[in-house]
């Protein structure tokens, strides 16, 4: 089996020109999480989005901001960029692709312009798929997913959809380029993210733009949220059977070894405490358990016979092991419902099998999360994003997380967020133009100087 490649992580970015105005160098924390801030009009936006487009290879969406330069320094110390020759007279500018490793002569190429033409080839690719039917004038909907993608998304994905053709539609970059950006992992959070669109039925097509539907973030999180418990749960009840299964063979054979009685006390308190946050948080309930199961007195086992104790020995590592399975979730659960507890005034967010998210008011009647404030589902969303949709050392792009949020919400973002990240091991570049939102972590600030480049 081939050796999977270790996860590669930014160091630094820098773009000259941005804009023809300005220059800017960000170099990551050590501490994960990098704030950038400067006055309107310097490029935070664009900063962020041309990471993101170049992390994904979109150079399509590159192309469109006016810049001179644009470079990433990775941590393995490749530095790769895109470089803009400005054209004589009446000509196109050009675009060149470079990747420099320390062990090798720097590798460039030419972007094609014809790249650039992005409804063409969209439409190109679209016309040679099994997948795609476009809906609108520059829109295509997945028909696997039904996802509405735009001409850049149907590029970007053309390796999926379109095998036998999708290296004429793809921009050639240096050799390994396209493998160390498969070894980064990025993920953006703009500005607009309370509203995603909604795919149409397989039998939709192409009927003008109304027929686009929209649904809330909070409503798409909730169904998501209930999916992973099913999921979770299942893996669990699996997990179960099996040990349940082997149960008698392990305790006859003794197959996991002696146990003392003050380690079996504390492998019981373990469990049950475990046992209790769960069911508190929401994630088991009483028909999860065995028939029988209640709180156990821990002085109880005190006056085990050995042969009582290999049972109770076996018991307690098998519930152990079950109860991992939901570890990693309920961690996130945890962290969840913790934040929003502190900060949602008169209600009650628990979490539901069967809605994902369950939110009462004072009196426990419900709430619909459609019914939440603009700052509460901001809070909700932004927190769910970064705990349910982020792998391990994810570059994490936040654009404005301070929107709709009160001050008080602002000024507590940094501490949720640290939380966050020692959980789930990210890091994160966001910008912002509030200074509640760095509180007292002004070492964590990089200033985007408004001084424009001579």
Not at 204 to 215: C, Q, V
Not at 306 to 328: G, I, N, W
Request: proline share 4%.
């Amino acid at each position: 089996m081939a050796e999977i490649e270790p996860t590669v992580r930014i160091k630094s970015i820098k773009v000259l020109g941005l804009f023809g105005l300005y220059d800017h160098h960000v170099t990551l924390k050590e501490e994960r999480i990098t704030v950038i801030h400067g006055p309107n009009g310097v490029g935070k936006t664009a900063f962020l989005k041309l990471t993101n487009a170049f992390l994904k290879g979109r150079y399509v969406e590159i192309v469109r901001v006016p810049f001179r330069s644009f470079e990433i320094l990775f941590d393995e110390g490749s530095v790769a960029g895109i470089y803009v020759e400005e054209p004589e007279a009446g000509g196109q500018r050009k675009f060149k692709i470079t990747l420099e490793r320390s062990s090798q002569a720097a590798d460039s190429v030419e972007l094609d312009n014809e790249i650039l033409n992005v409804q063409r080839i969209a439409e190109q690719i679209s016309a040679d798929s099994a997948y795609l039917t476009q809906v609108g004038p520059s829109q295509w909907v997945d028909r696997r997913t039904d996802e509405v993608l735009s001409a850049e998304d149907v590029i970007a994905r053309s390796g999926e959809v379109s095998p036998k053709d999708a290296k004429k539609f793809l921009a050639k970059e240096p050799k390994g380029l396209r493998e160390l950006r498969s070894r980064v992992s990025v993920h953006l959070i703009e500005t607009q993210r309370l509203i995603r669109f909604a795919g149409p039925s397989n039998e939709w097509r192409y009927r003008g733009m109304s027929d686009r539907s929209s649904t809330t973030t909070v409503q798409e999180y909730a169904k998501d949220l209930k999916r992973q418990l099913e999921t979770t749960l299942a893996n669990y009840a699996k997990i179960s059977q099996k040990l349940d299964q082997s149960f008698p063979q392990r305790l006859l054979t003794g197959s996991n070894g002696p146990v003392s009685i003050e380690r079996l006390k504390d492998e019981m308190q373990e469990v049950e405490a475990t046992r209790n946050k769960l069911k508190k948080i929401g994630i088991l309930d009483r028909g999860d358990l065995a028939p029988d199961a209640y709180p156990l007195e821990i002085s109880q086992l005190d006056s085990l016979e050995p042969t009582q104790l290999s049972v109770m020995a076996v018991y307690a590592r098998d519930t152990k092991e079950k109860l991992q399975v939901l570890e990693e979730l309920s961690g996130r659960i945890e962290i969840l419902l913790g934040v929003l507890s502190r900060k949602f005034i008169n209600k009650n967010v628990t979490i539901s099998r069967e809605t994902g998210l369950a939110i009462t008011g004072p009196n426990g009647k419900p709430i619909p999360v459609t019914a939440l404030s603009s700052g509460e589902q901001h809070e909700l969303v932004l927190l769910y994003d970064l705990l349910f949709k982020v792998k391990q050392n994810t570059l994490v792009l936040i654009d404005e997380p301070e929107l709709s949020l009160h001050i008080s919400w602002q000024t507590g973002f940094m501490g949720d967020l640290l939380e966050i990240i020692r959980l789930a091991q990210f890091d994160v570049l966001m910008a912002t133009h509030s200074p509640y939102i760095v509180g007292e972590r002004s070492d964590l600030l990089v200033v985007l100087s408004p001084d424009i480049d001579k």
